[in-house]
């Protein structure tokens, strides 16, 4: 067996195969043909839909992304203008406070100052009254009653606060003490009792009696726990033991004083000696 | 009529008054003898005559004029002072004479070979010599501290004569064209304070060798203690950006100063500690509080605060215990108060305060609150009292250019302490000699 022989034998069939096709009818033909032009439409039809439909979602995207973006830009919008008006709240609520706090401040010097002018104004009260007690009647007949003296009025206790107050200030230390003293005898439900007290602590410092003065201190806070007066009184036998070497005990009081009177003054004045030291 | 008769009677009322007061007030110039005394006396208000002798020798003349010149800046004393020319006399002193010329006392000053001055003041009523003392002159001759030595005698004469203490024998510092400057009290001797340079809101130590002020610096302020002698500087370490106004407690163991950022508040620190925490005195909340001043007895501060919204004096206590308001007045009005300065004697503080929209200078009694102002004139700031409490340095624009003035709060008289180029922030020393 050649090679050429070889070959013979395989083309043999093939050619055999291809007259057979041949021999197929024209009918056949014409309906593979229709089939063939019917599948064809069929895909360019289905093209055509799927073009249809992807262009009518790509449209609808486009819309609902467009609508997206408009949402979105408008709920941006929205947040900034929200955004902005609370920033302008928060200063204009910051501003506020702050002007609150200062019209507090201003309103605790006030009533300070307005505290000190009442406490005059009552004192003179109190003396026009003893005037008018003492006074002779007007008009009534001079016979033996009327032209008795008149037992003498005791001065009040805002008078005898402002009699102490003022003798301190001289520096006479006894006689403010004196003036207290009879206040806190005479008026003890006074509303001016707490400060007599203190008054009285306050001479005896003037005085140089530290150990009374501690003592007038501690009556304060222990008495009268309630009034403005505590805390200062607290912290002036804290600021005592400290200058005397008492650090603990002193601290002790501080942190007392922070406790018990968070908002006053004296409790500031207290967190540097309890804690880490302050700088400016 | 009655308007006569009234007249009459004050002045009636008036003779019979000096003449009770004559009698009953004790004279200084008269020896100390036990029993009834008659003769001139001093008081408040009087200023008895002083007759200065002429001083013999090459600088007698500068001695009598600085001497002269000091007595009569004291405000209470006249002094009586011939032509240099007459020679300093000899022999005993014709005592009627000077009595017929006003004087109750003469001074003698006798310039000594060694360089020492002996002082001796004459009672003219008891004709006899009351005080005699030998003052050392230190060299050189002219030198500020030979002047300051004879600032000395000028003060112990005052003191023999009215019982207080002079106040020649002081300084001033204040602030030129951004830096220290001092003057002597009579104006002489006016130069910057060596080693310092650029430095705001001077103060003085009691003991008069160190000073306090604020030092600029390229992000804020710190407070500086200066030794004068040595020139050796500390910093306070505050910690903040701004510490200024400085002050010393009279007895020289506290320096208060104001420290903050946005808003300052008052601190104390032991002086010479100057690495310890200052311990803080106010609570400002965000408002200022500065410019501190103590009270003599150091147990009391005044400051200025704006924490009512507007800048007013406060009083505290040293440990920051009880604040209080001391100058408000109305609430109606809005000024701006500022500059606190206590009294020597604890009875004033003095203050800056607007008025019509210029600053004076004006006092308030620590006792009564009164109010008295004291000038007028152009705008008037900064006071700082003399140690002797009736005098007060301060900054006025009263003849066109900011220049320090001295003030004498008892007779109001004024006279110009700084000339050339604008000086403010006087600061006023305590008595820089301690003469026995």
Not at chain 1, 168 to 197: H, K, T
Not at chain 1, 248 to 260: F, W
Not at chain 2, 174 to 180: E, I, K, M, Q, T
């Amino acid at each position: 067996m050649t090679l050429r022989r070889l070959r013979q034998l395989v083309w043999a069939p093939a050619v055999m195969m291809t007259a057979g096709a041949c021999l197929a009818t024209q009918q056949d033909l014409r309906v593979v043909q229709g089939d063939v032009v019917a599948v064809r439409d069929e895909f360019r039809r289905l093209q055509s839909a799927e073009r249809t439909r992807d262009s009518l979602r790509a449209v609808s995207l486009d819309s609902a992304l467009a609508q997206i973006a408009l949402l979105l830009r408008a709920t941006n919008d929205t947040v900034r203008g929200i955004s902005t008006t609370v920033i302008r709240l928060r200063g204009d609520v910051r501003e506020d406070l702050q002007n609150v706090r200062a019209q507090l401040i201003a309103i605790q010097e006030l009533t300070g100052q307005s505290q000190r002018r009442i406490q005059e104004l009552r004192a003179d009260l109190e003396s026009d009254a003893i005037e008018k007690s003492t006074a002779p009647i007007a008009g009534a007949p001079i016979g033996r009653d009327t032209a008795r003296a008149p037992a003498p009025a005791t001065p009040g206790p805002a008078q005898l606060y402002q009699m102490g107050q003022d003798q301190l200030r001289r520096g006479s230390g006894a006689s403010a003490r004196s003036a207290f003293s009879a206040l806190l005898a005479q008026y003890p439900r006074s509303d001016l009792a707490a400060d007599a007290l203190y008054g009285m602590a306050e001479a005896f410092t003037a005085e140089g009696n530290a150990a009374a003065a501690d003592s007038a201190y501690g009556q304060v806070v222990a008495r009268y726990s309630n009034s403005d007066r505590a805390p200062t009184a607290l912290y002036k036998r804290a600021t005592a033991l400290r200058v005397a070497g008492k650090g603990d005990s002193a601290r002790e009081l501080y942190r007392q004083i922070i406790q018990r009177y968070p908002r006053s003054e004296a409790a500031v004045l207290s967190e540097q000696f309890v804690g880490s030291p302050q700088r400016p | 009529m009655s308007h006569v008769s009234s007249w009459s009677r004050g002045i009636l009322v008036t003779v019979i008054g000096m003449t009770l007061t004559i009698a009953t007030v004790p004279c200084r110039l008269h020896a100390q003898e036990p029993g009834v005394r008659i003769g001139l006396t001093y008081a408040p208000g009087m200023q008895p005559g002083v007759y200065l002798l002429p001083v013999g020798g090459a600088d007698g003349d500068s001695v009598r004029l600085i001497i002269a010149r000091d007595l009569e800046f004291g405000h209470r004393l006249t002094v009586i002072s011939p032509d240099a020319d007459r020679g300093a006399p000899t022999g005993r002193l014709n005592y009627p004479l000077y009595a017929r010329l006003g004087a109750a006392g003469v001074v003698q000053v006798v310039l000594q070979a060694d360089g020492s001055a002996l002082v001796t003041l004459h009672d003219v009523v008891a004709a006899q010599a009351q005080e005699t003392r030998r003052f050392a002159l230190p060299g050189p001759r002219l030198s500020p501290a030979w002047r300051l030595a004879v600032h000395g005698i000028a003060d112990v004469i005052e003191e023999w004569v009215t019982g207080t203490r002079g106040i020649a024998a002081t300084r001033v510092l204040f602030v030129r064209s951004g830096a220290l400057w001092q003057i002597d009290s009579d104006g002489a001797n006016e130069q910057p304070v060596p080693g310092v340079g650029a430095a705001l809101g001077p103060a003085w130590h009691p003991d008069g060798r160190s000073i306090a002020f604020a030092r600029m610096r390229d992000d804020g302020t710190s407070v500086v203690v200066h030794e004068l002698a040595s020139g050796e500087e500390r910093r306070v370490r505050t910690g903040a950006p701004l510490s200024l106004s400085p002050a010393f407690s009279p007895d020289g163991k506290w320096l208060a100063f104001a420290a903050g950022e946005s808003g300052t508040d008052l601190y104390v620190v032991p002086v010479g500690a100057w690495e310890e925490s200052p311990l803080r005195v106010t609570v400002g909340r965000g408002s200022t509080n500065a410019q501190p001043t103590f009270a003599p007895d150091g147990r009391r501060i005044a400051f200025t605060s704006s924490r009512l919204g507007r800048n007013e004096i406060y009083l505290t206590d040293a440990d920051g215990a009880n604040p209080e308001l001391l100058t408000s007045t109305a609430l109606t009005d809005a000024p701006y108060r500022a500059d606190p300065a206590w009294s020597p004697d604890g009875r004033f503080v003095a203050f800056s305060t607007q008025i019509d929209g210029r600053f004076q200078i004006a006092t308030i009694s620590l006792r009564d609150r009164a109010v008295r102002q004291y000038t007028t004139e152009g705008i008037n700031e900064d006071p700082s009292w003399a140690p002797d409490g009736r005098h007060l340095v301060f900054t006025s624009s009263r003849t066109g250019t900011r220049q320090l003035w001295v003030l004498d709060i008892e007779s109001g008289r004024v006279r110009q302490l700084t000339r050339g180029a604008p000086a403010r922030m006087g600061a006023w020393s305590p008595r820089l000699l301690s003469v026995p």
